[in-house]
């Protein structure tokens, strides 16, 4: 099972990018799927997260500015972002908590390898 993340790139304060994620190998379930990121010098931080049904969650940091969405059977997720501003500089990480098995007890957090975004002023 491997995750990967695309969609990064250098945007002008104000712009927008999508980032996208994809869940690749067979799997029996993609419950929650999770984006984070990471800027330097700084802790990873969850800003938004769906589940399985489209609930979502947005950090007050980028509430209002982004929308997470996935498409099931497809097992992708994607993240549009508007109205970048150059604090949102960092990391960007897929996360998805996947049954790989049915007969798996329980479900494992597997994680993308990152996608850079870097706004500028």
């Known amino acids: 099972v491997q995750l990967q993340a695309s969609g990064g790139g250098l945007v002008q304060a104000g712009g927008s990018l999508r980032l996208s994620c994809e869940v690749s190998?067979?799997?029996?379930?993609?419950?929650?799927m999770a984006w984070y990121r990471q800027a330097p010098g700084k802790e990873r931080e969850l800003i938004a997260d769906?589940?399985?049904?489209?609930?979502?969650r947005y950090s007050d940091s980028v509430k209002g500015r982004v929308t997470i969405s996935r498409d099931n059977p497809k097992n992708t997720m994607s993240l549009q972002m508007n109205s970048l501003k150059p604090e949102d500089t960092a990391i960007y990480y897929c996360a998805a908590d996947i049954w790989v098995n049915p007969v798996d007890t329980a479900s494992s957090i597997y994680w993308g390898q990152g996608t850079q975004v870097t706004v500028s002023s």
């Open positions: 769906i589940t399985r049904t489209g609930i979502t």
């Open positions: 190998g067979n799997v029996f379930s993609v419950n929650f």
